[in-house]
Nanobody, 120 residues
């Protein structure tokens, strides 16, 4: 089984910064990519950023490009999201997603989410 735990959410003023972390645990889990999504109540969950575990290729949604940076620590199976110049519209629950193999079988796994609130 794979468990994801997000940390680092909180309340920040507009223009401030937060750093989210997501650690994936599971003895036989081999991640291929990890990503961050976010969701506002009443709206669909939206993609924020993703990083390939091998090579570190990254991709961002347009609204966060240049402000957010996704990175990883392969040894710790942990992905980070550095969020700078935060805006009130970044307020959401942020979810970590991991795509990878467990005992050779491909699967996708989600964390429970962490709240990010940006005040104006």
């Amino acid at each position: 089984q794979v468990q994801l735990v997000e940390t680092g959410g909180g309340l920040v003023h507009a223009g401030g910064s937060l750093r989210l972390s997501c650690a994936a645990s599971g003895r036989t889990f081999s991640p291929l990519a990890m990503a961050w999504y976010r969701q506002v109540p009443g709206k669909e969950r939206e993609f924020v950023a993703t990083i390939a575990w091998s090579g570190g290729t990254t991709y961002y949604t347009n609204s966060v490009r240049g402000r957010f940076t996704i990175s990883r620590d392969n040894a710790k199976n942990t992905v980070y999201l550095q969020m700078n110049s935060l805006k009130p519209e970044d307020t959401a629950i942020y979810y970590c997603k991991a795509d990878g193999k467990v005992n050779g079988y491909m699967g996708s796994y989600w964390g429970p989410g962490t709240q990010v609130t940006v005040s104006s």
